[in-house]
């Protein structure tokens, strides 16, 4: 019994087909790490999933009902965190992360993640002054304080520190132990229990 | 560990406050573009530099002659007006795709139209208002007559928000493509046209002691129109762009 499903995914990105009548299904209770070299179509398939991309043909479904209507209504929260992070440079992280917040109804959240995340510091500083690591930790602030059922995260650890890819480790743990889903691409080697996680592969790797 | 007593805070002590309406969205979108746009002042401050610089060009290259220069105001101020905000619409949605924010924006499960519509209205409050407040100041030096100074600024003030809108959505549909300055004019200008020639002729008919209702009627519905129908064909192309 899966949360997330999807049957028959094609997608096709100018001449090249990334993936073919792809099905996958999530259990509930777990993460997807979706796997595979570059350019295998892992950033596609998220985007597919969010809504951002329409493929070509084939369907997901959210509890055994349907995915995008779902998300619509606002019965499934889905946050999504891709290669563009979503920070306006002129703006503090504090102020970045304040936008969302409201938008999730979690505004009274944002000083304790600022501060889980390691950005207590520097939280009144212009998102531009930041280091790369330090947009990524702001960039997944936003995913915590999204109130969201299924996360997307696209190389979630990117540009962190082995502290920082722990805790990103540490987070999707939590977020799936507390019965959320995620869905994870990633090149890198990524570990969160065999429990909790399956994998899926994708192009020729 | 950390993250499991966070995620655990969202669901048990700390109260879940509930999700913005839209009337408190459309504050939320329009409170932050106005904030960036500020700080990028120098991209802000371009299009009422340039009109600054048409207009006062115009009695240079012509002739300084109240009567000439009188006769020209009128469309001089509304091609100024036109063209700063052509330079202007690049800015509109770019940064916003290029750093992801538009992609939030999509997945949100709020109307997409409705949010563009604010960054619309935020981003003529930064190029578009500027023009209407200095337009008064010189068409003084135009040698205009008060009524006829009343009625171009209000015509200006009707007609620039629908530039703005009209726009909106050729900076949707050419957001994702280099260098598309001069198509995106191309693409909206045609549109444009009839904003141009209604509010010069309004400020025509003042010039003359004419009745100036009809013009400015043709202006306010074009701008109601322009509000209903311009965010729907921007969100539209939105989804495209973004793709």
Not at chain 1, 13 to 19: I, Q, V
Not at chain 1, 162 to 187: D, K, N, S
Not at chain 2, 177 to 196: Q, T
């Amino acid at each position: 019994m899966g949360v997330l499903a999807g049957a028959g995914l094609t997608l096709w990105r100018g001449t090249t087909c990334l993936f073919e009548e792809l099905s996958f299904v999530v259990p509930a209770g777990t993460a997807l790490l979706i796997e595979g070299p570059n350019g295998a179509g892992k950033s596609s398939l998220l985007r597919v999933i969010a809504g951002l991309t329409q493929p070509e043909s084939g369907s997901l479904t959210w509890r055994g009902g349907a995915f995008r209507e779902q998300v619509r209504a606002g019965i499934l929260r889905m946050a999504f965190s891709g290669h563009a992070l979503a920070l306006k440079a002129e703006l503090s992280a504090r102020a970045n992360l304040k936008f969302f917040a409201r938008l999730s109804g979690k505004s009274g959240h944002v000083a304790d993640v600022l501060e889980a995340t390691g950005l207590g510091s520097c939280a009144d500083l212009e998102v531009r002054l930041l280091s790369a690591g330090q947009k990524r930790r702001a960039a997944l602030a936003r995913i915590l304080l999204s109130n969201a059922d299924l996360w997307l995260l696209d190389e979630p650890q990117t540009n962190l520190d082995a502290a920082g890819r722990r805790f990103v480790e540490a987070v999707i743990r939590g977020h799936v132990q507390q019965g959320g889903t995620a869905i994870v691409a990633a090149h890198q080697a990524m570990d969160l229990g065999s429990s909790i996680q399956s994998r899926l592969t994708l192009g020729d790797a | 560990m950390v993250a499991v007593k966070l995620s655990g805070d969202a669901h048990e002590d700390a109260p879940v406050s509930p999700v913005p309406g839209l009337l408190t969205l459309f504050w939320m979108v329009f409170q932050r573009d106005l904030q960036v746009g500020l700080r990028r002042w120098t991209d802000a401050s371009n299009a009422a530099l340039f009109f600054i610089l048409v207009v006062t060009l115009f009695p240079l290259a012509l002739s300084p002659k109240a009567e000439v220069l009188r006769m020209i105001a009128p469309g001089v101020m509304w091609i100024a007006a036109l063209l700063a905000t052509l330079l202007s619409l690049n800015l509109l949605f770019r940064a916003d795709l290029e750093d992801g924010t538009l992609e939030q924006l999509l997945t949100l499960p709020c109307p997409l139209g409705w949010m563009l519509l604010a960054k619309t209205l935020a981003h003529w409050v930064i190029t578009g208002l500027p023009v209407v407040v200095m337009a008064p100041v010189l068409a003084i030096t135009y040698h205009l007559p008060g009524s006829a100074v009343g009625v171009l600024t209000f015509s200006l003030l009707l007609g620039t928000p629908t530039l703005s809108l009209l726009g909106s959505i050729g900076a949707a549909l050419t957001a994702g493509l280099r260098g598309a300055g001069v198509l995106l004019a191309f693409i909206v200008a045609p549109l444009m046209l009839p904003v141009l020639m209604l509010g010069s002729r309004a400020t025509d008919f003042a010039l003359a002691g004419e009745d100036v209702t009809g013009p400015l009627y043709l202006l306010a519905a074009l701008l109601v129109l322009a509000t209903s129908l311009a965010p729907v064909l921007a969100a539209g192309a939105i989804r495209i762009s973004a793709d």
